[in-house]
């Protein structure tokens, strides 16, 4: 039987090649110098390696590499297209490589240097490939059908003197005026495989900026096997001197610009150089193009290091729909309240509305529009470190001057700002005590209403009413945040400045054991529901034989003055904190006050580790604070101007602090208020046959839930429209979360790296973080992902991506906590800093680096933690 061998461009018409081969061809005929291949066509290879022309499953394909071989007749066929050739290159060309979206870039076979002998059995191997463990899973992270067939392209192998990648547009940033070139010596598979330094060069307007690497070795054949490649030393006169020169450079970004009006888009290009000769390996489209804005106003950084206490995880489309127009509202009210004019407020309405986002499910803070917003209010470079610190931001956006103030109208607004905020600040105690009583006021109104008896129309106009009362009055929370920010930053500055102590996280000391923060008031109160049951011998029997769902039905039931006056306490807690959970913001979030079974569930998890008041009445946070106040009264004695500077700093940073994390529980009310309403909505909508659940009410947003009650909906088949979010959602579930920061350009949602790690700073062995609250702890590392599935820390060490308050109830069973993320005025350190629980957060490479059971040290105070056992 005669088998076809494509060597020409005219004869691929009826077969197919794949992508791969057809760039070879198209380079050819666009007179590029290309090394002479031959293509085994997908058909051939089917017919020999699969007789009966079915489909063959992957374990099939696998087995067959043992009992079917390519016919000798076949390589003697490609030999007499290279004459005197003794080396080749065999490589895949699957039906969907190197397409514009997905290059399947690595998960084929490829071999290089393969002799005449080796070439039957590399070719079957690449075939297989396409039924690769590799292979089958990048199909189905990128949701892509299964394998549709591949070729081979067998092609003389060039022995480089220096080989690369080069990309018709900056890959990065999405700049199209820059193309990049990366070069190594030798083969090209160094630099592929990530094994090699290589030069960079960049070529922007017809100019070259390099960056030179130290290329100490090359990846050239191995000769004396007989095949292979193999890596070797470069000479030391080379290796810092550049692999190309600027002729090859030049020609390579003419080739790049050809490219592109050719295929009619840009080209990520594989070339060699052999004796002065540039040869392409292979052409196909730049695939994960990070956008292709023109200037840099596409260009957003993305960060969720703070935002993920308030809203972990994925959150539902009608969470974010809430939140995205709260802080609309909310800012636009701190701006105008800050001086910001109503015209430069209209002006800037985009700003407003894209201060968060949403990637692949979560919430991430867009950090272009929060430095915009801070670049209308005069004293930007104070103001925007502050924000840095206080939002545990890594990333500076700092906005080019033309969005800022002019100097000169800035300085008076700064003396106009100063004095108005100066009696804003005067009066903010009085606003936040007006707050809380509406605050109180609307939510005691609001508990009376039976959400159960209200048609949707009522419970859309109840959520209306709502909002409009308390959002407009959100100043205060914000004007104190924006204060405690300014505070805390100030004592930190003025802490340095008097230089008052080796230990630089001294102002952190300053602020423990602030008994006034409402978050540790439900760890107390959950000690001591715990210790009046461990204290009663048929309580506790109950608590640790039953589950919790028996547990709250016999609490229910039975009518024992006991059992009556835990269970009244209970209600009394959930009354107060019902609301306060894990997600707790999130919308979606089933509280205790929904399921007081999960709230018996915490209790039961004390009970079982026995969590007393007797084990937890330490005062440790008292001892660091009055440790430090006397490391104050030390330094600066005699310094009475300082002293008192100092403590008018402090007492007012306390004040602040204490009061931002109290705002925010009565945030977590409020939230709960709309959960409940939005809740009954489901349930209407359900009983009326319009979802099928009472939950998919989740999956659609607020605007979409008022314009279906209303008669503006553009779809009317909203059943079709939640199947279409839950499945997606359900996806993003499943998927790897993205990057702590990363950057887009242009259209976020089109050709954008979510994973792109090039802005987490790298782990260099050392862990360090922030350190939020001083004390040396050693023990054994609990990782933790979800804190519902877990009872007791049992002392270990907390180690985690972050918390938010639903955490705090594992606090008191942790010797110490570590976040990954995080800032000095996050959840975790406020709270941690209360109970003296020694604390880091922002600690790059966290997870990466610690698996539970590893054994550490932490130091509060420094942010170190150095690993005593583990895996390397």
């Not at 309240?337 to 803070?365: C, H, P, Q, W």
Request: hydrophobic share 40%.
């Amino acid at each position: 039987m005669m088998y076809p061998l494509i060597a020409k461009k005219e004869s691929i018409n009826n077969f197919r090649i794949g992508g791969k081969a057809a760039n070879l061809f198209r380079l050819v005929e666009l007179g590029i110098r290309v090394p002479q291949f031959v293509v085994l066509p997908c058909e051939v290879l089917t017919t020999i390696l699969s007789p009966a022309g079915s489909n063959i499953d992957r374990q099939g394909t696998l087995s067959l590499l043992q009992q079917v071989e390519i016919p000798q007749s076949i390589v003697k066929d490609i030999l007499s297209h290279f004459p005197g050739a003794t080396y080749f290159a065999v490589r895949s060309s699957a039906m969907d490589e190197d397409g514009s979206d997905f290059s399947f870039a690595g998960q084929f076979e490829s071999y290089l240097y393969v002799s005449a002998d080796g070439l039957a059995e590399k070719i079957k191997s690449v075939w297989c490939s396409l039924f690769s463990d590799r292979a089958t899973a990048y199909r189905e992270n990128n949701k892509l059908p299964g394998g549709n067939g591949i070729a081979v392209i067998i092609q003389e192998m060039l022995n480089a003197d220096v080989a690369g990648v080069a990309f018709g547009i900056n890959p990065v940033n999405g700049d199209q005026h820059e193309k990049l070139i990366n070069a190594v010596y030798g083969l090209g598979e160094g630099l592929v495989s990530g094994e090699l330094n290589a030069d960079l060069y960049s070529v922007t307007n017809g100019r070259i900026t390099s960056q030179l690497a130290e290329k100490t070795h090359q990846v050239v054949p191995d000769l004396m096997r007989g095949s292979g490649i193999k890596q070797v030393e470069v000479a030391q006169e080379k290796q810092n001197i550049p692999a190309l020169t600027d002729k090859h450079i030049f020609e390579l970004a003419k080739v790049l610009d050809l490219l592109c009006v050719e295929y009619q888009a840009p080209q990520d290009i594989e070339f060699a150089v052999r004796d002065e000769q540039l040869y392409l390996l292979q052409a196909r489209p730049v695939t994960g193009k990070h956008g292709q804005a023109d200037s840099p106003e596409g260009y957003t950084v993305w960060d969720n290091s703070n935002i993920i206490e308030s809203y972990p995880g994925v959150t539902t489309p009608l969470t974010f729909s809430f939140i995205s127009q709260s802080y609309r509202g909310a800012y636009q009210l701190f701006c105008s309240y800050m001086g910001v004019s109503d015209k430069a407020i209209k002006k800037n309405e985009r700003v407003f509305a894209n201060t968060l986002g949403l990637i692949n499910g979560r919430v991430y803070y867009n950090l272009k529009s929060w430095y915009h917003m801070l670049a209308m209010v005069p004293g930007y470079s104070i103001n925007a470190r502050f924000m840095e610190s206080m939002m545990g931001v890594k990333e500076r956006f700092d906005v080019p001057e033309s969005y800022r103030l002019p100097k000169r109208k800035a300085f008076w607004q700064i003396i106009k700002m100063a004095a108005r905020m100066y009696l804003r600040f005067l009066t903010l105690p009085q606003k936040r005590r007006a707050f809380l009583a509406l605050l109180n006021t609307t939510i005691a109104d609001y508990k009376k209403i039976n959400f159960g008896e209200k048609s949707a129309y009522q419970l859309m106009h109840l959520y209306l009413a709502f909002e409009s009362t308390l959002l407009n009055e959100w100043k205060a929370p914000l004007i104190n945040d924006f204060f405690a920010m300014i505070g805390y930053g100030s004592l930190q500055k003025r802490c340095q400045k008097y230089a008052i102590s080796k230990n630089p996280n001294i102002h952190n000391d300053l602020l423990c054991g602030s008994s006034d923060i409402i978050s540790t008031q439900p760890i107390h109160r959950c000690v001591a529901l715990a210790t009046r049951i461990h204290d009663d011998a048929e309580l506790k029997a109950l608590f640790l034989s039953e589950g919790e769902t028996g547990i709250w039905e016999k609490l229910c039931r039975d009518q024992r003055e006991k059992y009556c006056t835990l269970k009244s306490e209970i209600d009394r807690y959930i009354e107060d904190f019902g609301e306060r959970y894990i997600g707790e913001l999130k919308l979606e979030t089933i509280s205790y006050t929904q399921d007081p079974a999960k709230f018996i569930r915490v209790l039961k998890a004390y009970v079982e580790t026995e969590i007393t008041i007797a084990s937890t009445s330490g005062k440790i946070e008292e001892e660091i604070r009055r440790n430090a106040e006397q490391e104050i009264a030390i330094a600066l004695k005699n310094k009475w101007y300082k002293q008192w500077k100092l403590k008018r700093n402090l007492k007012m940073a306390r004040q602040l602090v204490s009061a931002r994390e109290n705002l925010r529980y009565e945030r977590t009310r409020a939230f709960g208020m709309v959960r409940e309403m939005f809740s009954a909505i489901g349930q209407r909508f359900f009983s009326d046959g319009i979802m099928d659940n009472p939950r998919d009410i989740f999956y659609l947003t607020k605007e979409e839930i008022c314009a279906f009650i209303e008669g503006t909906s553009v779809t009317q088949n909203i059943r079709a429209l939640i199947a279409l979010r839950k499945k997606e959602f359900e996806n993003y579930q499943t998927q790897q979360a993205p990057s702590e920061r990363f950057s887009t350009v242009g259209t976020v949602y089109q050709a954008n790296n979510f994973f792109d790690k090039t802005k987490i700073e790298k782990a260099d062995g050392m862990l360090k973080g922030i350190g939020c609250c001083p004390g040396v702890v050693r023990a054994r590392v609990r990782v933790i992902t979800d804190p519902t599935q877990v009872s007791s820390l049992k002392g270990d060490i907390l180690v985690t991506s972050s918390t938010d308050p639903g955490w705090v109830t594992l606090f008191p069973s942790a010797s110490g906590i570590i976040t990954e993320r995080g800032s000095v005025l996050s959840h975790s350190a406020i709270v941690s800093r209360e109970m003296g629980k020694p604390c880091i957060v922002s600690v790059n490479g966290l997870l990466r680096t610690l698996k539970t059971g590893d054994e550490i040290e932490m130091d509060g105070s420094t942010g170190i933690i150095t690993r005593i056992t583990g895996d390397n």
